[in-house]
């Protein structure tokens, strides 16, 4: 026992230290320069700074979780905004979570997808950034709203009366606004406006109705109408104020997918609305195309409508040409100082790039638009038309060089990659070393093959269909098999019958609810709980596992029917279980399992506020554990019924080995296809749960350890 445990534990450290190599290599790091550096050697400009469109006042609304189809499909849900103001579409980069998005939005950068593993747990961001600069200038900053800001930011940047609101905490989609609008009147008084030269507000409401009850409860629209008021109150007391120099921007972090989370790359959580207001606004017509933009494209518009330096890593361009304006030769004029200013700081990015963009092509285009821009006067010796041809042809430009620097993210360390596989193959071969097969089967043949289909980035992106299928095959199969001894029926045979009926009635059923079943039917909701407690009765292992089962169903978040679904489901088949004595069905059941309880591939899909059932405040511990739970509920629940059915080293054996497989090729399939379309949003996500699948494993791997030795706990002693 102790050299397995040995031998087990020397598995994962090999793993790890592969998976560590892999991410290094798989993540390089970006292009930067020091923040002083775009100061310098900077081309001088003949088209000087135009003050009459610079701004001394802003106002930044968040509406976290804002797509573009809230505002551009229901203007009747948000009459002002719908009407008011110059209107962008803004794609936002993946990762689609909050932390990354800010990142962006302050410094133009383009986040790695690993910042969502610190979303939970926001850390201090060091970057050069927009709003550092303005305070920097002697800009006074006040912020209200997510805390994710005040974690990110160093204790200087913000006003001391600022205050944050707990982001994480799903459930509360009132309070968390109530306390951001409480401080407006205050704030918007002419007095304390000479206090602050920026107001920075983060409302996190809509987002959490979205993770509550899903992006089509009737709620979404009663919050829409909610923040298109308060958008409307602020614009009117900033006017009454500041007849000119000031501009209201609102805008989304990020969008929000059909079932309410986000994390993805669907259009839905990718497409937010910008809309930006300056003074004296009159009611319009909304059109039906708009403007598209990055979204890292708002830090040097931002930068230089105040009027201070662009952030030296910034790969954003400037738009200011798009906005509607009373005077449009100011408008153009001013345009044209903004982009050389962008010019300058993207030339210096560019050679410290060191010649890794190899199209000559775009840098040419760029140098000559540079050129072109420094020795324009905008004094009315030349003609508007050429102004804008020359804004139009210089933003175009400016923006091939952006994608280009994007690009970078594709040059890999090749060397940390290749040793990543290899430790992580290693350990494969170590846990297959380990196994006790008599004979091989086809059933084991299935389970090999199924991580070789995640060369394709369809079967991973249906890879639950998959899994149905699998499990369907194996348990035909077993069926088939049994009956040809020709004997009178067993009751594995009709617990296995059984099984296959459940398992195809419970696929139909989560292709229904997540399509068709309305998010607040309380009338299914109540049935369905009750049959879920009804089914219970028929497990014949004893009160414990009773016990655990229904603390575990206790989980499911009691607004969100699908979560009901799943749970029922769940239960149902695992009653048929308790018969099987067969290791090899882990793997497809579990997997089964895993997506039946309304997992995927994609953040999107993450129950968050599942994590906050019965919790009163926000615990980043607690609320951990319990997602971790919701999210393997059903893998939680066959793991238990698996204790008193096989042993533990042959048990173990097959789940670390089927682990191990599953990590050695979702690297290997990440090393392939590190230039396909869907790097980002089909295999990385792949990689990102895969890891949280092996984490899993592990700690289930060295449960069973420790349960296994009399020394800590003997397990046997409870009777299930």
């Not at 048929?576 to 953040?603: K, V």
């Not at 191990?660 to 396909?676: G, N």
Request: hydrophobic share 45%; aromatic share 14%.
């Amino acid at each position: 026992m102790m050299n397995y445990s040995r031998t087990t534990l020397l598995n994962f450290v090999i793993h790890a230290v592969g998976l560590c190599l892999f991410i290094n290599g798989f993540f390089p790091p970006r292009v930067t320069i020091p923040p002083t550096q775009n100061a310098l050697n900077s081309p001088s400009s003949q088209c000087l700074k135009n003050d009459s469109n610079s701004i001394t006042r802003l106002v930044l609304m968040f509406i976290d979780g804002w797509r573009s189809d809230f505002l551009f499909s229901r203007p009747e849900q948000m009459p002002f905004l719908s009407t008011h103001g110059s209107k962008f579409e803004c794609k936002v980069q993946q990762p689609t979570v909050t932390m990354p998005r800010l990142k962006a939005f302050l410094s133009g950068i383009v986040p790695s997808y690993l910042d969502v593993a610190l979303n939970l747990a926001s850390k201090e961001f060091t970057e050069d950034n927009w709003l550092k600069r303005a305070r920097k200038d002697g800009k006074k900053v006040v912020f209200y709203g997510d805390d994710t800001w005040l974690s990110m930011l160093p204790n200087g940047i913000f006003e001391s009366r600022s205050e944050g609101t707990v982001s994480f905490f799903v459930t509360d989609y009132t309070e968390v606004d109530d306390n951001v609008t409480r401080h407006l009147n205050d704030e918007l008084k002419k007095e304390k406006m000479k206090e602050w030269n920026i107001l920075i507000l983060h409302y996190l409401g809509l987002d959490h109705i979205g993770h509550s009850v899903g992006a089509k409860s009737n709620l979404i629209n009663v919050k829409l109408n909610e923040m298109d008021s308060i958008a409307k109150d602020i614009y009117y007391k900033l006017s009454a104020v500041n007849s000119e120099k000031f501009a209201f921007i609102i805008l989304g972090d990020h969008g929000m997918a059909e079932e309410g989370g986000h994390g993805g790359a669907t259009f839905q959580e990718t497409q937010v609305p910008v809309v930006i207001l300056r003074p004296n606004e009159e009611p319009k017509k909304m059109e039906q195309e708009h403007f598209k933009i990055e979204q890292v494209d708002l830090v040097p518009t931002i930068s230089t409508l105040f009027g201070f330096q662009i952030p030296a890593n910034s790969l954003g361009v400037t738009f200011v040409d798009k906005f509607e304006s009373n005077s449009k030769d100011d408008n153009a004029a001013f345009a044209l100082w903004s982009l050389l200013q962008n010019g300058n700081q993207l030339r210096h990015l560019l050679i410290n790039a060191g010649g890794k963009i190899n199209d000559d092509e775009i840098v040419e285009a760029f140098d000559t638009c540079l050129a072109e821009l420094s020795t324009t006067p905008c004094d009315g010796k030349i003609s508007s038309f050429t102004m804008k041809n020359l804004i139009s042809k210089c933003y175009k430009s400016f923006k091939d060089l952006q994608e280009a620097f994007i690009d970078l993210s594709s040059e890999y360390k090749y060397d940390f990659l290749i040793f990543g596989i290899i430790f992580s193959f290693l350990a494969t071969a170590m846990s297959f070393s380990i196994l006790k097969i008599d004979e091989y089967s086809f059933e084991q043949l299935l389970v090999f093959v199924q991580p070789l289909l995640n060369f394709a980035s369809s079967y991973v992106e249906q890879e639950h269909h998959i899994w149905n299928f699998l499990f369907s095959s194996v348990l035909a199969l077993k069926i088939f098999k049994s009956r040809k001894s020709g004997k009178q029926w067993t009751k594995e045979e009709y617990s296995l019958i059984g099984i296959l009926i459940i398992h195809r009635i419970c696929e139909t059923l989560k292709q229904y609810i997540t399509v068709f079943l309305p998010a607040d039917n309380q009338n299914i909701q109540a049935v369905l709980n009750l049959l879920s407690i009804i089914t219970l009765f028929s497990v014949h292992s004893g009160p414990v596992l009773t016990k655990i089962i229904l603390s575990i169903s206790l989980f499911s978040d009691p607004f969100q029917i699908p979560s009901d679904w799943f749970s029922f489901s769940g239960i149902l088949l695992l009653t048929f279980y308790l018969c099987l004595l067969t290791q090899i069905l882990f793997a497809p059941i579990s997997d089964s399992l895993l997506f039946w309880t309304g997992n995927s591939h994609s953040l999107a899909t993450l129950d968050l506020s599942s994590a906050y059932t019965r919790l009163p405040f926000y615990n980043p511990i607690l609320v951990g554990i319990q997602l971790f739970i919701v999210g393997y509920s059903g893998p939680i629940m066959l793991l238990i019924l698996r204790f008193k059915q096989t042993s533990f080293n042959q048990f173990a054996d097959h789940l670390l080995y089927y682990r191990s497989l599953s990590m050695f090729f979702s690297l290997a399939v990440l090393f392939v296809m590190r230039h396909h379309l869907f790097v980002w949003s089909v295999f990385a996500p792949k990689l990102v749960y895969e890891i949280f699948h092996f984490s899993a494993t592990a700690i289930f791997c060295l449960g069973l350890i420790l349960s296994s030795s009399k020394r800590f706990f003997n397990f046997n002693k409870y009777k299930f």
